[in-house]
């Protein structure tokens, strides 16, 4: 069999994603401070970037309104691959192009739904433990191993290592160690140094008495079954009444598990709104935050490098319009990121208005190709614009992928019922219950399909876990 070497041509179509689209696509996914970082860094990297100020772009919107009161027709935005035309590009009449969704807004309501609070560096665990030692002893040896011991605190108030691990030389009374963590042992909060969590109970458990008596055994004895609430077998082994055990095993639920947690020294997180739903009257608006986000416009020194071709060398020109191009596609993709995500939030607006009037009883499902088909955009898009991004709502804040979830079928065959409506009816039953009854997940489900609902055991069982409610056997009062 001969072997030979062809040439042969073929056409063939391939998608490319370009940097500049993958680019436009990373906008759609940053949330309010994402894209402020990312426009700061392009300031930086671009020169013929410039931020305009906040009195330039009022005059220039106000100048705009007046010429399309007067009728006048305004210049369409130009598109990246005219290369030959970037030197006659009308850049100011460019930002003008974001009218159909930046809306001015009465400054005080926005600080209304979204105040700014300031806060102090909370006081530390280390900080408030070491101010009681030092009012508790002034014993040079046990103000050593009580800094020690402090010092081996861990996040949550336990001593991380064994007593003999403490750094330090050995002391002349081998009882110094145990009795500086007595001593730390005694100060606020309760509980605080224990080596184990079946100590740190105790510890609380110290200064109640003879009231504590069964619930220091359940802890000593029983610790590893409390977690199952079995109230019957626990009262068998006790030898006890199952209302005693009950009486128990609530004075322990109150005990704290981790006493340095209040003390603890994590920066609280703020959410911002990327945009917000206000109600005006009888109507929503939607509002997008844009405080902080620098308004964009291409340096006039740099246009005029363009419209100047003969004067400069190729390398100039050619790094001119490529920046030139840079410049453009980032005012584009923000553009049409904010757009975006305008009209995708009107787009809930519409579908889940009974929701922002009356609560998460009226929640209807939704699915991104709903919202999609509403605005013409695939649903990839609406994936992307809804991630990490939160809203404000006359019901409160949530994440906008809140507002898109399956529905659960109705027992007539008619219209579906929203999976966070249902799982609030569970909630509710589970609230009012009869504690000395409690409903079991099958009962649960006969009341849902009196109600219209139809849904499977397993699936209120799962939203149950998910509101972190127990069963009915460890939810049951004596």
């Not at 040439?7 to 994402?34: D, F, H, K, P």
């Not at 906040?54 to 691959?81: R, S």
């Not at 975006?340 to 699915?367: C, D, H, N, W, Y």
């Not at 997940?441 to 109600?451: H, N, R």
Request: charged fraction near 30%.
């Amino acid at each position: 069999m001969a072997l030979e070497t062809k040439l042969s041509l073929r056409q063939t179509q391939r998608m490319i994603m370009t940097q500049s689209l993958q680019q436009a696509i990373g906008l759609l996914q940053l949330n309010r401070m994402e894209l402020i970082q990312t426009v700061r860094q392009e300031l930086e990297e671009n020169p013929l970037l410039e931020e305009e100020l906040v009195e330039a772009v009022e005059a220039a919107e106000e100048a705009a309104g007046t010429k399309a009161e007067a009728g006048a027709e305004e210049p369409a935005a130009p598109e990246p691959q005219q290369e030959d035309k970037l030197s006659e590009t009308d850049w100011e009449a460019y930002l003008q192009d974001a009218s159909d969704y930046r809306r001015e807004f009465p400054r005080e309501e926005l600080e209304r739904v979204a105040p700014e609070e300031t806060m102090t560096r909370p006081r530390s665990l280390a900080d408030h433990l070491t101010f009681q030692l030092y009012l508790s002893t002034s014993d040079p040896d046990m103000l050593t191993y009580g800094n020690l011991i402090i010092g081996n605190l861990d996040e949550n108030g336990y001593l991380a290592i064994p007593l003999e691990q403490l750094n330090e030389a050995p002391a002349s009374d081998s009882s110094l160690p145990e009795r500086a963590l007595r001593l730390v042992q005694s100060l606020d909060p309760m509980g605080v140094a224990a080596r184990d969590l079946r100590e740190c109970l105790l510890l609380q458990l110290d200064t109640l008495g003879a009231e504590a008596r069964l619930a220091r055994c359940l802890i000593t004895e029983h610790l590893a079954e409390l977690e199952h609430r079995n109230v019957a077998r626990l009262a068998d082994r006790m030898k006890v009444s199952p209302r005693e055990v009950q009486v128990a095993l609530e004075l322990i639920a109150s005990l704290e598990p981790k006493p340095g947690r209040t003390f603890s020294t994590e920066e609280p997180r703020y959410i911002t709104p990327d945009v917000y739903i206000l109600k005006v009257d009888d109507r929503f608006v939607v509002v997008l935050n844009e405080d902080g986000l620098p308004r964009l416009r291409v340096s006039g020194y740099y246009r005029t490098v363009l419209t100047r071709r003969e004067q400069n060398s190729k390398e100039t020109r050619e790094y001119v319009e490529g920046k030139m191009r840079s410049a453009l596609w980032l005012i584009r993709s923000i553009e049409q990121r904010q757009r975006t995500l305008f009209k995708v939030t009107e787009s809930i607006v519409k579908f889940q208005r009974e929701f922002l009037e009356q609560g998460i009883s009226a929640m209807r499902p939704l699915a991104l190709k709903e919202v999609a088909e509403d605005i013409s955009m695939h649903e990839s898009t609406v994936s992307r614009v809804t991630t990490n991004k939160y809203v404000h709502t006359p019901q409160g804040l949530f994440e906008l992928k809140y507002f898109f979830h399956r529905g659960v079928p109705a027992t007539d065959g008619g219209l579906t019922v929203s999976s966070l409506t249902v799982k609030d009816i569970v909630r509710r039953l589970l609230t009012q219950e009869d504690q000395g009854k409690p409903l079991s997940d099958q009962k649960i489900v006969e009341i849902l399909q009196q109600q219209g609902v139809e849904i499977a055991r397993r699936t209120v069982a799962k939203y149950r876990s998910q509101l972190r409610i127990p069963s009915s056997s460890k939810r049951r009062r004596y």
